[in-house]
């Protein structure tokens, strides 16, 4: 036989049976009815299952029992109102008689059986449905398919039943489970269940086809569907992007953009940069859990582009994505922008160049032009119709009288020589008609006055250039020329802003000398066009001596440039401590305000100056007045958090011990320092907020959900018959934080806790209050009692030691160092015991004795040594988890004590 065997074909029909009865496929052990596998092997051109119909994803609501049937079955994913359609495979290559079931299984890979059930017409108890088809039309469509969701208290329940019947299947219906069997499908059942997400499940198809004797024997590979989430669960809904507050930003990122969305799920959701040409870039958004409210809005920082040398805008895209499933909402477009390195314009403008001359006279040098040419001429005309007696003004009616700045020869217009030019200036004059009427007689009287003053004025400035020119003092001149001192540029600077622009602090002196002889002019504090002061500006470009100065001569420190900023405000922003020294002295009682006024983005002093990472600074604000707890406005975040978020660590542990912050502020979403600091993941700063007092079981005002499955509270309110005992627990003790007995999940809160945002295990070991030792207030007691398989040193063999280190004076920070706790040395310098709490903290942060051994023998404290040998306390294990650290070096998973035992450490600073 030539060609290719086909389905239709009789011959291939009955290879197959052939090879199934000679034993070539595989053995079934189970009933004529049921296949569950081995399937058929798959060949060229051979039979198989496909999906034409994937179920839809969203939208699709599981049902309890006690809710009764669903309302429609599951959709196709391409339903519409007016144009249903439901899942449907179809077998292909094959003509016959068939049966197709489906079932529901989890979302992992490789699939495994689900709690849930199918239920509707064509299913049975154990929630598998069946149709048969055939034997012209191969296509199986399932419109009537419902989701019953089982409770997280059943799950166990029905995995055990279910996980049992594969096993009688696979070889016989009536087979009796030996006690250890049972016992290794319960265990099965459990950890199957731990793992599972009862807010997602998939379809498993499975085509049977018909064998010799007629029965659905001969199973086709199954074909499984898309995910179907639940659509009360967080990730059910579809990823949207509603609104941004930003479409654009700079090209070294760090923007903070408002992005309002549908229903995200914080701890399963990324912010995707993305270009599609030249190599594919992406980056993702910077944030964490906290950044995410209520689960409709994101606050993210924009990533740096690849390219930050660029010279004109780059459009790229953004979108939301799912970090399991991997679905992405519909791109935006977004810009990024060249980096603005000169944002207050001060190299610009000192790059702008000077002009060739700002003499516009005609003659050798050059033409007259401009406006100082104009007014040259202006005045070169008066002064030619003063001594020719002519009395006509409407000659330059249209001329300007800003004095003498157009005298040419030092005031040689304005001498008793006979001018060349008079002729011709008496021959036109005599040529035009004679004026009459009481208009022009007016006329002719104001600009006789105009011409006095004009006159005047140039001979005073030609006066003052001859004394220029035989003293060399320049303000003989800016004295005659003061009233020109407020003459604002194209930028709307006026000369005192290029002076301190040009950083010329003598020509400053000169300039405010002859301004402040002025009387009720505010020349002083005139903006620019960016509305910057004089003083901003001497601010900006760190000239100490003219801030000084300027604020001496009456400027003004209150007014604010165009981002709400005083010059209290750029000095912090700049994190210039010498400049804010010479500030402070002027504020006084007056403007003390100063120091505790947000600017337009709402951020104080104190808040600029932990975002410049400056510690002296910080510490000048708050020794002059300034808040240190002071949350800014937008989100409430206090120094602290914004030194948390930042990771300074540095700066947290300056606010902590010195400038005592509130470790457990909280922001208008209730976030602590300890919230940021778990979502983050940073075990060293959760050790140091947990060490200075910050309080474990504090809740925010997000609700807390849960990522995997339906919390047991939905349960418990859908489930009727097991809502009652359930609201009987949960009210037991509603005003009550407590840490669960067993899964800290497991609590009647309304928000998070850092617990509940812990990002890694180290972290989740710090503030897993059940694995820390029983509170007390005598921290000496802790260091008496004997863990399983570990040793500790008593409040006396502490003592000895903390007197060996005293006498020998060794530095408790060069100790601390070399323990690793040399970010946590701060917290314990000022206590009257800073040895004894720095060893304790040691001790109960998980360090070994091992180290401390070793950390006294590197400072030559052989004393130590030998007492810590003598001693049978000496540790006889090492740590069971090496790899979780903190801010002590090596940190066991036993965590740190409780919040009564942290209280004490901080008692005495």
Same mark, same amino acid.
């Given at each position: ?18 090879d ?148 009688r299947r696979?070889r ?12 290794s ?50 990730? +059910?809904?579809?990823?949207k ?115 060739h001359?700002?003499?516009s ?21 008066? !002064? ?8 006509? +003004? ?11 700045? !157009? ?10 020589s ?20 009481p ?60 002076a ?26 005139i ?56 500030? &402070?002295p ?7 305000? &100063? ?40 989100s ?13 660590f ?11 912050a ?18 983050? !993941? ?15 079981? &504090? ?27 359930a ?12 840490c ?57 063999t ?26 946590? +040395? ?84």
């Amino acid at each position: 036989m030539s060609g290719t065997l086909r389905m239709e074909d009789p011959h291939y029909m009955n290879m197959i049976e052939n090879d199934y009865m000679m034993g070539l496929s595989y053995e079934l052990m189970t009933p004529p009815s049921v296949k569950s596998e081995p399937y058929l092997p798959e060949i060229a051109n051979g039979p198989y299952l496909q999906i034409i119909e994937e179920p839809k994803q969203r939208g699709f609501r599981f049902r309890y029992e006690c809710e009764g049937p669903s309302h429609g079955g599951l959709p196709g994913a391409s339903s519409e109102k007016n144009k249903k359609t439901y899942p449907t495979v179809k077998v292909s290559n094959y003509v016959g008689r068939a049966r197709v079931e489906v079932q529901l299984v989890t979302h992992t890979d490789p699939p495994r059986v689900h709690a849930h059930s199918l239920v509707g017409k064509q299913c049975n108890e154990n929630g598998t449905c069946s149709v048969e088809v055939g034997p012209n039309d191969l296509t199986a469509q399932f419109n009537n398919l419902g989701i019953l969701h089982v409770t997280k208290r059943g799950v166990v329940k029905v995995l055990t039943k279910r996980l049992k019947e594969e096993r009688r299947r696979m070889r016989d219906p009536s087979y009796h489970f030996t006690e250890s069997e049972e016992q290794s499908i319960q265990n099965e059942a459990k950890e199957l269940g731990k793992n599972m997400d009862l807010n997602v499940v998939r379809l498993k198809f499975t085509a049977y086809l018909q064998d010799g004797d007629g029965g659905f024997t001969r199973a086709l590979k199954p074909a499984i569907s898309n995910p179907i989430y639940d659509s009360k669960s967080p990730n +059910a809904s579809n990823l949207k992007i509603s609104r941004m507050d930003k479409s654009c930003g700079s090209v070294l990122g760090g923007d903070e953009i408002f992005l309002l969305c549908d229903k995200v799920q914080k701890d399963d959701i990324d912010i995707r940069f993305y270009e599609e040409d030249e190599g594919g870039w992406e980056a993702y958004g910077d944030f964490s859990p906290t950044d995410v409210h209520k689960q409709y809005a994101i606050v993210f920082k924009t990533p740096k582009y690849h390219r930050t040398e660029i010279d004109r805008p780059v459009t790229v895209f953004l979108q939301l994505k799912r970090k399991k499933g991997g679905d992405c909402s519909e791109p935006k477009q977004f810009t990024y922008v060249p980096q603005i390195q000169d944002k207050e314009e001060v190299q610009r403008k000192r790059q702008k160049p000077l002009p060739h001359s700002y003499d516009s006279w005609r003659g050798p040098l050059g033409g007259a032009g401009g406006p100082w040419g104009e007014a040259r001429e202006a005045t070169e005309d008066l !002064g030619a119709q003063e001594e020719a007696g002519c009395s006509t +003004a409407h000659r330059w009616t249209g001329g300007t009288s800003t004095g003498g700045t !157009g005298v040419r020869g030092g005031g040689a217009q304005m001498s008793d020589s006979p001018q060349p030019q008079e002729n011709t200036t008496n021959q036109q004059q005599t040529n035009r008609a004679p004026l009459r009427g009481p208009l022009q007689q007016q006329l002719l009287q104001m600009a006789s006055v105009l011409q006095g003053r004009a006159t005047q004025m140039a001979r005073q400035t030609a006066g003052a250039l001859l004394d220029y020119c035989s003293t060399g003092d320049v303000r003989i001149l800016l004295a005659v020329q003061r009233h020109l001192c407020g003459v604002q540029d194209e930028n709307g600077d006026t000369p005192l802003h290029v002076a301190i622009i040009h950083q010329q602090p003598a020509v400053v002196h000169q300039l405010v000398h002859a301004i402040i002889s002025l009387p009720q002019q505010k020349i002083l504090n005139i903006r620019n066009h960016l509305s910057q002061t004089p003083l901003h500006l001497a601010v900006i470009t760190k000239q100490h001596m003219v801030v000084d100065f300027l604020l001496k001569a009456g400027a003004d420190p209150t007014l604010l440039d165009r981002d709400g900023r005083s010059v209290v405000h750029l000095a912090a922003a700049l994190g210039d401590e010498a400049m804010l020294r010479v500030l &402070l002295p002027h504020l006084e009682e007056r403007h003390a305000h &100063l120091l505790n006024t947000a600017d337009y983005n709402g951020l104080y002093p104190v808040h600029l100056a932990v975002r410049k990472g400056a510690e002296r600074t910080l510490r000048a604000l708050v020794e002059a007045g300034a808040e240190v707890n002071a949350a800014e406005l937008k989100s409430g975040c206090t120094p602290l958090h914004l030194a948390v978020r930042e990771h300074l660590f540095k700066l947290a542990c300056l606010l902590i011990t010195e400038l005592k912050a509130d470790v457990n502020a909280c922001t208008f979403g209730g976030n602590t320092p300890l919230h940021l600091a778990a979502s983050q !993941g940073s075990p060293t700063l959760c050790s140091m907020l947990i060490a200075a007092g910050a309080k474990k079981h &504090l809740e925010n005002d997000e609700p807390l959900f849960f990522s995997s499955s339906s919390s047991d509270e939905e349960d418990e309110k859908d489930e009727k018959e097991e809502a009652k005992p359930a609201r009987e627990d949960t009210d037991s003790k509603p005003q009550t934080p407590r840490c669960p007995p067993s899964n800290p999940r497991k609590r009647p809160a309304g928000g998070h806790t850092p617990f509940d945002l812990a990002k890694c295990q180290k972290v989740r070991d710090l503030l897993d209050c059940t694995q820390d030792p029983k509170p007390s207030r005598d921290t000496a007691k802790i260091f008496q009692k004997q863990e399983e398989g570990k040793n500790q040193m008593t409040s006396e063999t502490l003592s000895k030691l903390c007197g060996i280190i005293s006498q020998s004076d060794v530095p408790l920070r060069q100790l601390a160092e070399k323990l690793g706790m040399l970010t946590l +040395a701060p917290l314990f310098q000022q206590s009257s015991s800073p040895c004894q709490k720095l060893l304790e903290n040691y001790q109960l942060g998980g360090g070994q004795m091992e180290g401390l051994v070793e950390a006294l023998q590197s400072l030559g404290l052989s004393e130590g040594v030998r007492l810590l040998k003598q001693t049978e306390l000496r540790d006889k294990h090492q740590s069971t988890d090496p790899t979780v650290d903190s801010g002590f070096g090596s940190q066991g998973r036993e965590g740190l004590v409780e919040e009564e035992m942290e209280q004490p450490v901080l008692a005495n600073h």
